[in-house]
């Protein structure tokens, strides 16, 4: 299938007004065949960008990729979009880093426009004493080479005019830290350009196909049961968001996880207001504006354990509230549409990567709310991990084995720790 498929205007123009000429298949509809080199499970973007550069970095092209509804339907398209590398701890800098270096490059890469929106972000400090916990994050940036500024509140006024500054407010801002290389990426555009991309390499992605078990022998898998059949495997990789430790417990293994609901919600689109993605500290919100104009928010975790993909009335509530102490004139707007993910949160609040207690299955787990923004750097390494046998050194830090040792990565998301309630 060609990876370069190009429409003059005209063709555009024709094909949207003759439906009955057709679109061609952004993806090859694959039958699973009865063994794979690699599976893996998961088709969101961590799992169709670990099957990528498979393919594309190592030359492994019998791949599949199993998902059990639609090409990301899971948390890939019920997050909020936003990438940034704004972390204080170097093994969480390190590996987002590298992840906004390659979302700049992307687009071009796999020649599918993932609509990047490098617009900013913005990071509120609401007092003086975490205004100076943030200077020692934006030096701890420097040193690393990464781009960031310091900004007290008169500077703040001119790069987000239409925050509220009052120094009465009940949270006021004491200043800001500004990530300009941080922004947006188009969230579905994501999943199908890698599953374009990964088909055309050979790679095999069949939807509305359910793991229900695995087969081992000695310690290692070395099949992977589904609704369908059963399908030989040489390696699998578990990449499934809120379910890891679901899939995870069929092959004997306990994450240190619990899956809680994260939701997001829009406003009725509205004339551009805001181009820059804002984050409020005071009990969490961050806000940006969509390219159709929309108003995107999202909030802290729910306060209860649950694989519903639903929120609750309470967090809309005080999540709104905190948009409107930003930004007065959301107060006037309607609310569209909402709707929630399902976040493994591990116990640092940080992600599982890399082998697993049992051979031939590498875990990527745990990412909680933070996943989407380390998409290419994850995909890279933990392919890298398992064509090389040996662990990529930006996810060796992020071993399931570091509950055991102690060695935490305790930065989380770098704001408040949602994960405790």
């Known amino acids: ?162 925050l509220n500054l009052d120094a009465s407010a009940r949270f006021p801002i004491a200043g800001a830290l500004v990530q300009e290389r941080g922004g947006t990426v188009r969230h579905d555009a994501v999943a199908w350009g890698y599953a374009r991309a990964a088909s055309a390499l050979g790679v095999d992605i069949v939807e509305q196909c359910a793991v229900t078990g695995f087969g081992m022998r000695c310690g290692a898998v070395e099949t992977v049961i589904t609704d369908r059949k059963k399908i030989g495997a040489g390696h699998v990789v578990v990449s499934v968001a809120g379910w890891s430790s679901e899939v995870a417990r069929m092959a004997g293994i306990e994450l240190p996880v619990e899956s809680i609901a994260v939701q997001a919600f829009v406003s009725e689109p509205v004339k551009p207001a805001l181009d820059v993605v804002v984050n409020f500290n005071a009990g969490l919100a961050y806000v940006s504006q969509t390219d159709k104009g929309e108003i995107l928010l999202g909030g802290s975790t729910e306060g209860y354990n649950s694989y519903a993909a639903r929120g609750s009335f309470v967090r809309i509530e005080h999540t709104v509230a905190r948009a409107i102490a930003m930004f007065p004139f959301m107060a006037k707007l309607r609310m569209m549409r909402q709707w929630g993910g399902t976040a493994d949160i591990s116990m640092d609040g940080n992600a599982i990567m890399g082998p697993s207690p049992v051979k031939n299955l590498t875990l990527n787990a745990g990412w909680g709310y933070s996943g989407f923004k380390a998409t290419p750097a994850v995909g890279w390494t933990i392919a890298d991990t398992v064509a090389t046998g040996r662990t990529h050194p930006l996810i060796a830090p992020f071993s399931i084995d570091r509950f055991a040792s102690g060695a935490l990565i305790d930065d989380a998301g770098v704001g408040p720790a949602p994960y405790l309630h």
């Open 1 to 162: 299938m060609s990876n370069d498929i190009r429409y003059s205007a005209f063709e555009l123009i024709k094909r949207a007004i003759r439906p009955g000429l057709g679109w061609p298949k952004t993806w090859a509809k694959a039958e699973p065949k009865s063994s794979y080199d690699v599976v893996v499970i998961g088709g969101g973007a961590h799992g169709l960008a670990t099957a990528y550069y498979l393919a594309r970095n190592h030359n492994i092209r019998d791949v599949l990729v199993l998902e059990r509804g639609w090409l990301g339907g899971g948390n890939t398209g019920r997050n909020t979009t936003i990438i940034r590398s704004d972390y204080f701890l170097e093994a969480s800098a390190n590996l987002k880093e590298m992840a906004l270096k390659l979302w700049q490059g992307l687009s071009r890469e796999i020649n599918y426009n993932v609509m990047v929106s490098q617009r900013g972000y913005v990071d509120l400090a609401h007092s003086d004493g975490e205004l100076e916990a943030f200077i020692l994050r934006a030096n701890a940036m420097r040193l690393r080479g990464s781009d960031v500024s310091m900004l007290n509140r008169d500077e703040l006024r001119l790069r987000v005019p239409q």
